[in-house]
Each structure stands twice: as structure tokens, then as C-alpha cells.
């Protein structure tokens, strides 16, 4: 797809106020370094349910622009999402029978930049539902162009851009909500927040001809290209159904 090799000298992602600890290397939690980064292989069950981050609160410093970046982006406590909606239905049908009962707060919507710890589920889940061999490594060296939605500490929502695609063109690589938390503006909030990070570049994306969040990009005025033939049957099995056809969006700026 033309993707550009970052510069050499901002390769390192790290924390703006570092921790003076050295990290714990434990037979359950291994570390790796690859391309000037550094992220955790973390086991299966915080693939499960989420993945620990002591310096969740502490701001980052993007190895791309030394720009540091907040621990949040957006903390949304408003959106209900159907999955957030049966969650409370399921805890009120336990204490039904309990009159003293009081439902805690839900906890928010956590839009975030990518740290190395989400890198693993996120990888999980990109091959759960788009195709085998995808890793987001690379994107560490970039995080200002991410946006990663937690609720709690489980990963509900990605969305990917690489910046310097071409002249004056940034690409948006991946945006996925998981199906269980769809039909919330999640999605319209990641493309919001990615364009707004690329502002006075053009922003291009291939989408599935068959893909129904085509809509939702039109709505914020991108205008299809090309379609694009067998654009996905170099990633897809050879067994899959999907649609392996595109459509090439731009948004002119």
C-alpha cells in the first residue's frame, strides 16, 4: 500500500515520566524488542479480559512527533451501547429480590492512544475478524495516529492511520468495532478523531464493496475513486466468502 518507513531517529515509545524500576521479566510475562519498541507478550487471559497498564494514567511520548499525548483522548460516560445495556440488565436480574440494592456507576468509554500492552488482543481480534497474519507492531511508532476504546480494561474498538502514506496523504489502515458494541457513534468518533489528526492532509481508505460502514464514510465527505478488483484476495483464504472487492475513498482537504 506504499506505507513509508518512519524516521529512523523516533523510534523509541515511551512514557513521559518514565517509572525508575527496571520491568519484571516472569515466565508469564516476556518481553520483546522489535524496531526500537518495546511491548509485552501477555498471556491468554488478559487477551481475555483486558490487559494490565500500571502507567494507564500517565501521558506518552509519540516516538513519530515527541509530541506528548494525554492518557485519553475522550472518557465518555453517556454512551449506552447495547452490550453495556444487557451487562446492567443482567446485574439488576441478580439483585432483583434485594431491596437495598444500589447499581454501581458505569464505568466510561475509554477512547486512548495505542500503548504496547493493547498490541496482542488487538492483534487477536484482527485475525478473528479480518484475516490471518496481521500485526500492528508498527503502529507504536506512530500512536498520535490511533484511537483505542476500552471499556474497563477490555479492548471494544481500534481505528488506524498511517500519516505519511504519500505527499499529503495519510491512509487509515484498520477501524473495527467489535459487533457487540455497534450502533453507538463509536465508529463516528474514531474517523472524527483520526481526521482531526491530519488536518490539512488528504485522508484515503479502502473499504468492501459489501461493507455497510461505506454510509458512514460518505457522511463525512469521502467520494469514491476506484473500485478496486480482488483488492482483498491476497489477504483472504482461499476458502473465505467475503467480498474481496473495494472501494478507494478519499477525503480532499
Known amino acids: 500500500m506504499?506505507?513509508?518507513?518512519?524516521?529512523k531517529e523516533c523510534l523509541g515509545f515511551q512514557l513521559a515520566k518514565p517509572h525508575t524500576e527496571p520491568p519484571v521479566r516472569t515466565s508469564e510475562s516476556l518481553t520483546d524488542t522489535r524496531k526500537g519498541f518495546r511491548h509485552q507478550t501477555t498471556k491468554f487471559l488478559y487477551r481475555l479480559v483486558g490487559s494490565e497498564d500500571l502507567a494507564v494514567d500517565q501521558s506518552i511520548i509519540s516516538p513519530y512527533t515527541s509530541r506528548i499525548l494525554?492518557?485519553?483522548?475522550?472518557?465518555d460516560y453517556?454512551?449506552?451501547?447495547?452490550?453495556?445495556?444487557?451487562?446492567s440488565q443482567i446485574r439488576y436480574h441478580l439483585?432483583?429480590?434485594?431491596?437495598?440494592?444500589?447499581?454501581?456507576?458505569?464505568?466510561p468509554l475509554d477512547y486512548c492512544y495505542v500503548r504496547?500492552?493493547?498490541?496482542?488482543?488487538?492483534?487477536?481480534?484482527?485475525?478473528?475478524?479480518f484475516w490471518p497474519g496481521i500485526d500492528l507492531s508498527e503502529c507504536l511508532q506512530y500512536p498520535?495516529?490511533?484511537?483505542?476504546?476500552l471499556y474497563k480494561k477490555v479492548i471494544i474498538a481500534f481505528g488506524f492511520m498511517v500519516p505519511d502514506v504519500k505527499y499529503n496523504e495519510a491512509y487509515i489502515s484498520f477501524l473495527f468495532v467489535h459487533p457487540e458494541?455497534?450502533?453507538a457513534g463509536i465508529a463516528t468518533f474514531m474517523i472524527y478523531h483520526l481526521i482531526q489528526t491530519c488536518m490539512g492532509k488528504d485522508v484515503t481508505l479502502h473499504v468492501s464493496a459489501s461493507n455497510p460502514a461505506m454510509l458512514l464514510y460518505q457522511k463525512f465527505g469521502f467520494k469514491t475513486e476506484e473500485y478496486v478488483l480482488d483488492f482483498y484476495?491476497?489477504?483472504?483464504?482461499l476458502e473465505s466468502t467475503e467480498c474481496k472487492h473495494a472501494f478507494f475513498l478519499r477525503l480532499r482537504r
Open 78 to 87: 453517556e454512551t449506552k451501547p447495547p452490550k453495556l445495556q444487557l451487562l
Open 95 to 107: 439483585h432483583r429480590n434485594d431491596p437495598h440494592w444500589m447499581p454501581e456507576p458505569d464505568a
Open 144 to 149: 498520535d495516529f490511533s484511537v483505542v476504546v
Open 233 to 237: 484476495d491476497k489477504y483472504y483464504p
Open 70 to 75: 494525554k492518557p485519553y483522548i475522550r472518557r
Open 2 to 7: 506504499g506505507f513509508m518507513e518512519p524516521k
Open 181 to 183: 458494541w455497534r450502533r
Open 116 to 129: 504496547p500492552n493493547h498490541i496482542p488482543t488487538i492483534n487477536s481480534m484482527c485475525q478473528e475478524f
